[in-house]
C-alpha cells in the first residue's frame, strides 16, 4: 500500500515553477480533501472539476491537478495559495498513472475485457476458473470486487483512485490474478491505463451508451482502447471474430503488435465452437484449440454462453495456464448472479430466470439464446432506464416482440423520467404487448401466464437490488420478486 506520503516527482508528476510537494492522500471529489492531499480537478460532462479547486484548497491541498480550463476557472484562488499546481493536457489519463504510483501495488497478473454484452460474466468465468485451478482469484466490475477477496463498488470501471486501491488491497490479501470489466465509460476517461494488462478480451459491440458517446463510432474508439492504448504491445489480445466489429478490434490489436486469439464459430478462428447440444439445465459444447477437440458440459443457459466462456477460456490461457487444465474444469463453471439466472421454478415446472438484458441487442439474444432450453412458450419481460439513450426503447420493444410469444413491458429505473413515457416509447416497438407500470405486478403477471414446459425471462435488472424512481433507490430485487410471486402461485407461502 502507499506509504505516508510522496513527492510530485515520485508521482511522475512536475508542477509549474518545479514546485515538489509531498502529498498525503488523492482525491477526485473536494470533500475528500485532507490536509496535505492532491486535488485532481477533472474535465465532466456537466461541470469543470476546477469548480472545486477553491474548496479543496480551503481543506489544505497541498497540490492541485488539473487542465488549462481547470486552472483557469480556479486562477485567483492559486494565484493566492502556495499549494503545486500540475497542468496536464489529460489530466485523467496523468491521474491514472499518478494512481498506480501511489498504491504501489496491484495483481501480477491483471487481464481486462470489454464489450457491450458479456463483460460481467467473461470476468467471473476467468476468476472461477483461477479459482478451481487453486489460484486465488478476484473479478472486478459490476457486481463489485469478487473472489477470494471482497470489496463494493460504485461504478463497473470505477475511478482510477478507486480502482488502484481496491487492486493494491487485493494485492496486499494475496490475490496475484484479477480479471477486470473495462466499460466504455471508463475507458473513455482513462480510468484503467495505469492498469498493467497482461491480455484483454473482446466480447462482442451493440448499440448503447449512446447518451454518453456522441456517435457509434465514438462508442466504439472508446472500447478500442483497451487495444489501442491500455493493453501494452507484448499483452495478448483475445477478441471474438464472429462479431462484425470484432475483425476491426483484431485488426487494432495487429496493428500494435499484439499476440491475437480469436474465438467464434467461425472455422478461421483460433479456437473454434463446433457444436452446441442444449437441454433443460444447461448445454454440451464441442471446442477445437491448439490442434485438440475438447467436449465439455457447460451447466449455462443460453447459446451465447458458449462465447463467453471461450473469451474467458482464451483470457485464462494467455495468463499461462495451459488449455487442458482449464477445458477440465468448465463443467463446474456456474451461472453469474442476473446473468440468465435460474431464479425459480414454478410446481407445473416452468422456469422463470432473470437476465441483465438491458440493449437491444441484449434482449434479442437473451431470447433466441433461451429458446433451445425452452419446449413451451417464452413470455418476456422488459423496460428500459430513464436519462439513458432514447433511441433503444422502441428496438428493445421490437426485439422481444420478434423473439418471445409474450410480451410484458414494464419500469426499470425511471430516474427523472415521466414512466409512462418510458413505456410508450418501448411500445411503440411491441404494440401487442400488455403494460404493467408497477413492476412487482408486471413479474406476477409473468410468473401467472407460465404453464408446462414455458419460460418466463425477466430482462433489464439482473443482479440490481434497487429500481430508481426520481433520486430514490427503492429496495427491489427481481430474483426476488420472482420467487415470491411463485411461492404465492403455487401456494408455498405460510
Given at each position: ?10 508521482l ?6 518545479g ?19 492532491l486535488f ?21 491541498a ?23 499546481v500540475?497542468?496536464a493536457?489529460?489530466?485523467r ?5 499518478c ?7 496491484q ?44 470489496a463494493p ?12 486501491r481496491?487492486?493494491a ?7 496475484d490474478?484479477?480479471?477486470m ?75 500494435r ?60 490461457i494467455a ?28 410446481s ?13 441487442d441484449?434482449v434479442?439474444?437473451a431470447?433466441q ?27 428493445m ?8 410469444d ?12 415521466d ?58 430485487d ?17
Amino acid at each position: 500500500m502507499a506509504a505516508k506520503g510522496k513527492s510530485l516527482s515520485e508521482l511522475g508528476l512536475t508542477a509549474r515553477g518545479g514546485a515538489d510537494a509531498i502529498v498525503t492522500g488523492l482525491a477526485v471529489d473536494s470533500r475528500d480533501v485532507k490536509e496535505g492531499y492532491l486535488f485532481a480537478a477533472l474535465p465532466g460532462t456537466k461541470m469543470h472539476g476546477g469548480e472545486f479547486i477553491q474548496y479543496a484548497l480551503r481543506m489544505g491541498a497541498a497540490a492541485i491537478l488539473t487542465d488549462v480550463d481547470g486552472a483557469e476557472i480556479a486562477k485567483e484562488e492559486l494565484a493566492g495559495s502556495t499549494a503545486a499546481v500540475v497542468i496536464a493536457a489529460d489530466p485523467r489519463q496523468t491521474l491514472a498513472f499518478c494512481a498506480a504510483l501511489w498504491f504501489e501495488q496491484q495483481p501480477d497478473t491483471v487481464v481486462a475485457v470489454t464489450g457491450t454484452n458479456g463483460k460481467t460474466s467473461v470476468a467471473s468465468f476467468v476468476r472461477r476458473i483461477w479459482q478451481l485451478l487453486g489460484i486465488p482469484a478476484v473479478n472486478l466490475g459490476t457486481t463489485g470486487v469478487e473472489g477470494d477477496w471482497q470489496a463494493p463498488l460504485m461504478h463497473t470501471t470505477p475511478e482510477p483512485i478507486t480502482l488502484h486501491r481496491a487492486l493494491a488491497a487485493a494485492a496486499d490479501a494475496g490475490i496475484d490474478h484479477a480479471a477486470m470489466e473495462a466499460s466504455s465509460h471508463g475507458l473513455a476517461q482513462r480510468r484503467l491505463d495505469g492498469v498493467n494488462l497482461r491480455a484483454a478480451g473482446f466480447t462482442n459491440f451493440t448499440q448503447d451508451h449512446l447518451d454518453y458517446h456522441d456517435s457509434f463510432e465514438a462508442y466504439f474508439d472508446a472500447k478500442a482502447g483497451l487495444f489501442a492504448r491500455v493493453l501494452p504491445e507484448d499483452g495478448i489480445a483475445v477478441i471474438n471474430i464472429d462479431d462484425a466489429r470484432g475483425v476491426d478490434m483484431l485488426a487494432i490489436a495487429r496493428a500494435r503488435g499484439q499476440e491475437t486469439m480469436t474465438v467464434g464459430r467461425d472455422t478461421g478462428a483460433d479456437m473454434v465452437l463446433l457444436g452446441q447440444r442444449f437441454d433443460a439445465t444447461g448445454q454440451d459444447v464441442r471446442i477445437k484449440f491448439g490442434g485438440e477437440t475438447f467436449q465439455t458440459r457447460l451447466n449455462l443457459v443460453g447459446g451465447f454462453q458458449a462465447e463467453n466462456v471461450m473469451v474467458a477460456v482464451g483470457l485464462v490461457i494467455a495468463s499461462g495456464v495451459t488449455p487442458d487444465r482449464v477445458f477440465a474444469v468448465l463443467p463446474e463453471l456456474e451461472t453469474v448472479r442476473g446473468r440468465m439466472q435460474l431464479a425459480a421454478t414454478r410446481s407445473n415446472g416452468a422456469a422463470v430466470y432473470v437476465d441483465y438484458a438491458h440493449t437491444p441487442d441484449a434482449v434479442a439474444t437473451a431470447c433466441q439464446a433461451i429458446r433451445p432450453h425452452v419446449m413451451g412458450r417464452l413470455v418476456a419481460i422488459i423496460g428500459a432506464g430513464g436519462d439513458r439513450d432514447p433511441g433503444k426503447r422502441p428496438l428493445m420493444g421490437a426485439a422481444a416482440a420478434e423473439f418471445a410469444d409474450q410480451v410484458i413491458v414494464t419500469d426499470d429505473n425511471p430516474r427523472s423520467e415521466d414512466p409512462a413515457l418510458i413505456r410508450a416509447a418501448v411500445l411503440e416497438g411491441a404494440p401487442e404487448a400488455t403494460e404493467v407500470g408497477d413492476r412487482a405486478e408486471a413479474i406476477l403477471r409473468g410468473v401467472d401466464a407460465v404453464g408446462p414446459g414455458d419460460a418466463l425471462l425477466i430482462c433489464g435488472k439482473g443482479h440490481e437490488t434497487g429500481q430508481i424512481v426520481g433520486d430514490t433507490v427503492y429496495p427491489f430485487d427481481d430474483v426476488e420478486q420472482a420467487s415470491v410471486a411463485v411461492a404465492a402461485l403455487d401456494g408455498k407461502l405460510a
